[in-house]
């Protein structure tokens, strides 16, 4: 069955049309990302009127790109939650009026669930039960997906998300939005032990993150040598700091996995792009003999491809909207 999928949370709009969950048939994505640069990061009221402006010619695109009308499609999955809320009510609300005109079902996706989904497009074998360990901009999160619809968190950020801990510290590196991305590339080369972050842990929460200290501390580094007029190596900071997360998101992964007997790892969200936490999955598995699971850099950051594979599973379980359906700033990954 085909889905119409819509993604509107933050500064990409995206739709796609998707064949049981698995197949992309086509997958449209207009990002934002020229016009919040001169700004340094994500203007809300600007997203939220560059969606008004794009999600009818990028919807009409997936459906052309698919070689598919209205007509062909069964349902319209839409990300109505976690998310900037004036962002999420763009693609809310097409995806009602869609709805409305066509009477095709709507199905309403959590953008979390939908990052995991990435998952099952890369690696069509992939099914659930398994430990996934979800780092995106907003939100950082150890969960057992039980079943496609079925999540128990394990751990999650008391503060920052990766992401948002990876901007910042490249905001005060003076590299440009977006920043993780950046980041990542300039500090391929740097040395990852000439700086030593805190390790922040979260007492008895041995499976929660912190990464707000690990901010403030990227940000007193470089203001303290800028204040004694000295040269910081930006490759060096870059690569100190991606360690420190990565040694923090890795060191709970690996207690998590051992303690609740997981075999199978995924990885999901924006930050599952970079390099050395790629690289340091890769290495735990071979030492611990996991299945590790990793999505395609291209289904990394947001895209509507990821909303039509988990509206899929949605729609399987029963999952439907009416038109009252609103967005949610703010929504656990256990509620849809
Ligand atoms: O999952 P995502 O697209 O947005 C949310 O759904 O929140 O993630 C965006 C985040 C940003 O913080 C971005 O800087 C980060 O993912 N990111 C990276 C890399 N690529 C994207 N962080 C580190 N290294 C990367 N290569």
Redo the contacts with the bound molecule.
């Keep these: 069955m085909k889905i119409l999928s819509i993604e509107s949370?933050?500064d990409e709009t995206a739709a796609a049309v998707v064949e049981d969950g698995r197949n992309v048939l086509s997958s449209v994505v207009s990002t934002q990302i020229e016009k919040h640069k001169i700004f340094g990061g994500v203007v809300p009221e600007i997203a939220s009127r560059l969606h008004t402006e794009n999600i009818s010619y990028v919807v009409n695109k997936a459906l052309s790109d698919a070689d598919c009308t209205l007509s062909e499609i069964e349902a319209i999955a839409v990300t109505h939650e976690p998310?900037l809320i004036g962002a999420l009510l763009v693609g809310v609300n097409y995806a009602k009026g869609l709805s409305l005109a066509s009477g095709k079902p709507l199905v309403p996706v959590h953008?979390l669930r939908s990052?995991i989904a990435a998952n099952y497009i890369t690696h069509k074998g992939l099914k659930p039960p398994f430990m996934c360990l979800v780092v995106?901009?907003?939100?950082t999160l150890l969960c057992k997906v039980k079943d496609y619809t079925d999540f128990e968190v394990i751990g999650k950020t008391r503060d920052d998300?990766a992401?948002?801990a990876?901007?910042k510290a490249?905001r005060t590196l003076g590299l440009p939005y977006?920043?993780?991305?950046n980041?990542?590339k300039i500090s391929k080369n740097g040395d990852a032990d000439k700086y030593k972050f805190p390790h922040p842990k979260v007492d008895n929460a041995p499976y929660d993150f912190s990464f707000s200290g690990l901010k403030t501390s990227v940000i007193n580094l470089v203001h303290n040598a800028s204040q004694k007029g000295e040269e910081l190596n930006a490759a060096d900071v870059g690569a100190s700091f991606?360690k420190a997360v990565t040694d923090s998101l890795a060191e709970k992964t690996v207690k998590a996995m051992a303690e609740y007997g997981e075999k199978t790892l995924v990885l999901a969200?924006?930050?599952s792009?970079?390099?050395v936490?790629r690289a340091r999955m890769e290495k735990e598995s071979k030492k611990h003999g996991w299945q590790l699971y990793l999505p395609d850099l291209s289904l990394?950051?947001?895209n509507g491809a990821m909303v039509g594979a988990q509206g899929y599973y949605e729609y399987l379980n029963g999952t439907r909207a009416d038109l009252s359906l609103n967005g949610r700033a703010t929504a656990d990954i256990t509620e849809n």
Excluded at 136 to 139: E, L, T
Excluded at 178 to 181: A, D, L, S
Aim: proline letters at 3%; a negative charge.
């Design positions: 949370s933050c998310g953008h990052h995106s901009g907003g939100n998300a992401g948002e990876m901007d490249a977006p920043g993780g991305v980041l990542d991606i969200g924006g930050v792009a970079n390099s936490l990394c950051g947001d």
